[in-house]
């Protein structure tokens, strides 16, 4: 791929990126809005936790038991998060920071 293409696929995303991530765009619904704020239930089960096989860092493989749990119908949109945070003040780790004892160990 030439360099004039190159600069012309990347500008062509950055403008879908910027557009896409617009707030002034309609929020895209996966259901009816009918569905928003309505929740289903899962079903509990045992399932295999990890794995042995590939990375050290994903084992060691155990059984593990999930208990039944609700979830939301559709996802959670950036305003309705939004109107979360306004109304209780909900900071997300991201906005606290690491503390030095949460920095991993990692040596690149």
């Not at 062509?12 to 809005?33: G, K, R």
């Amino acid at each position: 791929m030439n360099k004039r293409a190159i600069n012309f696929s990347l500008s062509i995303f950055c403008i879908f990126f910027v557009t896409a991530c617009s707030e002034d765009q309609p929020t895209m619904a996966c259901l009816p809005e009918s569905e928003a704020g309505q929740t289903v239930n899962i079903s509990g089960g045992e399932f295999t936790f990890g794995d042995n096989r590939y990375y050290p860092d994903e084992g060691p493989a155990k059984e593990s038991r999930v208990a039944d749990f609700n979830i939301d119908k559709t996802e959670v949109t950036n305003g309705q998060f939004r109107e979360f945070v306004e109304a209780t003040g909900y900071v997300t780790a991201a906005e606290r920071g690491l503390s030095e004892g949460g920095i991993p160990e990692h040596f690149i």
